[in-house]
């Protein structure tokens, strides 16, 4: 499988998201995608008590263990490489979490508007 170019927002090159829980559709660390990313797991999310109540709400549990899939569940304050779909819906009901630009990878803007990730970013200069 062949991994997208790896280039950030910006088009510059993509910064790591998370290393601890180890992040990405890859579980390289970065939010890479491919063509078999269905999902597009590319928006370096900051979970947050609020988001993470959302996300369990609207049927995605992130923060339950699923120790078959290597999966530790999140905690407020980790990163993860979030579904872009998922990010859209969360902004547009009010419960967007943060994210870094630098490490949201280019392919999430085919989903989110820039100006979107820019409202929640949490590296923005």
């Known amino acids: 499988m062949k991994l ?3 280039l950030n927002v ?9 290393t601890d829980p180890v992040t990405g559709f890859f579980r390289i660390g970065f939010c890479d995608t491919s063509d ?7 928006v370096c999310a900051l979970m947050t008590e ?3 109540a959302y996300s369990k709400y609207v049927g ?12 530790p569940g999140l905690k407020a ?3 993860w490489c979030l579904c872009a779909g998922r990010f859209l ?5 009010g419960f967007a979490p943060k994210v870094r630009l630098q490490s949201t990878h280019i ?10 990730l820019k409202e929640m970013a949490i590296d923005l200069q």
Do not use: M
């Open 50 to 52: 609020e988001f993470l």
């Open 107 to 116: 392919k999430a803007l085919e989903i989110v508007p820039l100006e979107y």
């Open 77 to 79: 304050g980790d990163h």
């Open 4 to 6: 997208d170019e790896s």
């Open 10 to 18: 910006f088009r510059t090159p993509l910064e790591p998201c998370s």
């Open 36 to 42: 078999d990313d269905h999902g597009s797991h590319t």
């Open 60 to 71: 995605n549990d992130l923060s339950t263990p699923k120790e078959e899939h290597g999966f």
């Open 89 to 93: 819906q969360a902004y547009n009901e």
